[in-house]
């Protein structure tokens, strides 16, 4: 079979979207050729983000490839699944251009992962997919049988059938991915990288998935959900590749990179740099020295809450006080270039005492974000707490409470967000 994985030409106008906007190698879609291909299969990508394709063109390419299947996701990379644009206008538009072009019409991603048969109508696609996708799609491109297929919603006549919650992959034996040298070379971006401007591409890989915690304002329940860390082989034989494409800086796209040396004295031996999201309460002196060893350059540590009550109420579970976890950010950033806390607005913040932490942090050139609003996707837990299960209106909730709770947000929406209904206009009422 003939399958079109599409990333669309993804744009944030007033969308509350708190991710990085740049492009990003597409690695769910990645995954999905590389089963595909081992299955028989001849699966091509087609990235309007990174090639920078107009909507209707981007359709046309997809069109004259003749797919049987068309697979398009509603969030920019596995890195931003916890924190897609919530509005679906993007993937609408590029189905609406496609047409009736692409054979079957899947949909991967975080919002078919929580809400399927609202994502479903909404999109007006044939098969929505929930959970980590990878195995579904190389499974729906063999079936004859829909309601055989795992974790996915589809219409039967006029009525939804949903044939069970949300996938995750097996994911330890992902082979390496591979990617065209021109995608590499126009990779100009660096995630997340600051003390230093690119010298090279950059490029993005996945050593594990799914994280071992579960912090109330994380959405991962429907996805990327369970720790798995890949085999070292085939991650290693990825890298090399890259850096064989000339790439200067990886992004470790996992949702928590836990110590593990055995990776990291690899990383030594291949003189490239690289940037990671973890939590520096997990990291020992001695595995802060061999990560700066490694090549890494940025850190971006979740710390959310200064206070041990704020720490608990968001489920950190974590062991180190306040105190300790500055000076261990401090300790950090003597061996990495750039490290950073994150810190989450909350109704009990005592503005002092950020102030006075935010301060001594820079002082030993460690960067704390002013708190920002968190969305209560419909995937994380604070979504559950406040609501209970995901229904059809979860995304539209969502968005008005998120919207008539703060009065400003991040640093990188310059314009107030719209509401959903007015981002959403070109898709199909639910």
Not at 22 to 31: I, Q, T
Not at 103 to 115: E, F, K, M
Not at 279 to 294: F, S, Y
């Amino acid at each position: 079979m003939r399958v079109a994985l599409v990333n669309p030409p993804w744009r944030f106008d007033r969308s509350i979207y708190f991710g990085c906007r740049e492009p990003h190698l597409p690695l769910e879609l990645g995954a999905c050729r590389a089963l595909l291909a081992a299955a028989g299969h001849e699966a091509q990508i087609f990235d309007g983000h990174l090639c920078g394709r107009a909507t209707s063109e981007l359709a046309d390419e997809v069109a004259a490839f003749r797919p049987a299947m068309t697979v398009v996701t509603t969030a920019p990379s596995y890195l931003f699944w916890r924190c897609a644009p919530p509005e679906l206008k993007v993937p609408r538009e590029f189905l609406i251009a496609l047409g009736g072009r692409g054979g079957r019409r899947i949909v991967v991603g975080p919002h078919g992962s929580a809400t399927p048969e609202t994502t479903l109508r909404k999109l007006d696609a044939d098969i929505v997919v929930r959970g980590e996708c990878e195995e579904v799609v190389a499974f729906l491109a063999g079936a004859a049988d829909l309601a055989k297929v795992p974790s996915i919603a589809f219409w039967d006549g006029a009525d939804i059938r949903v044939t069970g919650g949300p996938a995750a992959a097996a994911f330890v034996d992902l082979q390496a991915l591979d990617w065209p040298d021109e995608w590499i070379a126009r990779h100009h971006h660096h995630h997340h990288r600051f003390e230093a401007a690119p010298d090279g591409p950059g490029a993005e890989v996945e050593a594990s998935r799914g994280c071992p915690y579960s912090c109330s304002f994380c959405a991962k329940i429907d996805y990327r959900d369970k720790y798995r860390r890949r085999a070292l082989p085939p991650l290693l034989d990825e890298i090399d590749r890259l850096i064989g494409q000339g790439a200067a800086y990886l992004y470790f796209i996992d949702e928590i990179f836990l110590p593990q040396k055995p990776l990291l004295e690899a990383l030594v031996e291949r003189k490239i740099k690289f940037g990671v999201q973890t939590r520096i309460d997990l990291w020992k002196p001695d595995m802060l020295d061999l990560l700066g060893a490694a090549g890494c350059v940025s850190i971006e540590a979740g710390v959310e809450s200064l206070t041990i009550e704020g720490r608990a109420f968001l489920d950190k579970n974590c062991r180190l006080s306040t105190d300790e976890l500055a000076e261990r950010l401090i300790y950090a950033r003597r061996r990495v270039p750039f490290v950073q806390a994150n810190l989450i607005k909350m109704a009990d913040d005592d503005p002092a005492l950020i102030r006075a932490w935010r301060e001594r942090l820079a002082s030993h050139d460690v960067w704390a974000n002013d708190p920002v609003p968190l969305y209560p996707y419909p995937s994380s837990p604070d979504y559950r707490r406040l609501w209970g299960a995901p229904d059809e209106k979860a995304w539209e909730r969502a968005h008005d409470y998120y919207l008539r709770q703060f009065a400003s947000f991040s640093d990188i929406q310059d314009e107030r967000p719209l509401p959903l209904p007015e981002l959403e206009t070109s898709c199909r009422a639910c």
